[in-house]
């Protein structure tokens, strides 16, 4: 059975909206704090979850793994997606987005940092405006107003196996805070000795989805239509600005950023990088830390494009033998690179693209 994507797919109408971005990969982390989790007294604790791993004809559960929430990738790629756009000519952002700071909602032309000042958007539409709230979300409670994120990042979690399990490891260093001479203090207070957990492993997993067919679109309002932008901002170059920019912050974001940098910045490598662009609502690709997720992730695109006969996928390596040159598999093109530049302006260019296509 093949299936014919209807008309919103071609172009000829609003829904659904490409183009959809997946990812998947894995980097190593090496003496880093990854996410932080509480502290007890002068201890501060490292995330970690239990894992189940295959082992033969059985499974063993590992306790206490350490992993970097997905919840905090998610903010360093919106800080880092905030500086990518301004660097790019972008200014449709406010100073919250801009800063940092995860708190959203606010319209794009705020420029004061006292929140409790100022009002909430009444509506998706104004809200979108700013970076921050269109790529990433916002929820008002008050005013039952909210906007899905458009970028969904997976746990980072070591590679399931017995071996890389056993041999990601978690352990605490101390350091010493100095407190001057000229500051009031109390006795015992000159020299606070804290402990901060790390943790080291050979290969961490992670995903991304990103639907950045939605940029700029409403929705929960009105009918999908791309808004309108103040100051006579031309919509295309703007809401490819923003694709760009959400791009270039997911290799700003593997190289360690999720996990907590005040004491040292992490120590990592990007090792294998997978990135999947296309016309049509595909799948998401199997998590990085399976073994096999290079070799299920094009079985379950090749399923997916066989039956669907418009599709048009298009897969980028980097790192991974098993992609190797450019070949074509059942209206899936399979490229592999050499280098992370060419990988990512070949990703972007198709991205910029769908986005003029798809309008």
Known sequence: MRI????????????????????????TVEVSALTGSGNIGNYN??????????DGNT?????????????????????????????????LLNILCKHGVGLRGYKYDVNDMNTESLNYVDKEQEAIIDLCNDLHGFLIPDKQLKRDTLVEISHAIPLLTVDNIESTVKFAIQHNRVVPKQVTKGEGEGMMVFKQEY????????????????ILRPRYEGDGSIISLPSNINIDEERKRRARAALLAVLNMLMGSGSKQARSLPITSIKELM???????????????????VKQSIAILEAYASIVSEAHVYVHCYGIGECGSSTTLKNISVKGHVNLRDLFDEVIKEVEDMIMKYK
């Open 275 to 293: 990135i999947v662009v296309s016309d049509a609502p595909i799948p998401n690709l199997v998590h990085g830390a399976y073994p096999d997720y």
């Open 199 to 214: 943790a080291s492993g050979p290969l961490y997993g992670f995903a991304i989805s990103m639907d950045l067919g939605w």
């Open 4 to 27: 014919k994507l209807n008309a919103a797919v071609r172009g000829d109408s609003i829904m659904p909206y490409p183009p959809y971005v997946k990812v998947s990969g894995r980097f």
């Open 59 to 91: 499974y063993r559960v590992y306790d206490n793994v350490p992993i970097i929430t997905g919840n905090a990738l998610k903010h360093w790629h919106a800080v880092y997606l905030a500086q990518e756009y301004v660097k790019l000519g972008g200014s």
């Open 45 to 54: 604790q490292v995330a970690t979850a239990k894992v189940v791993v295959p």
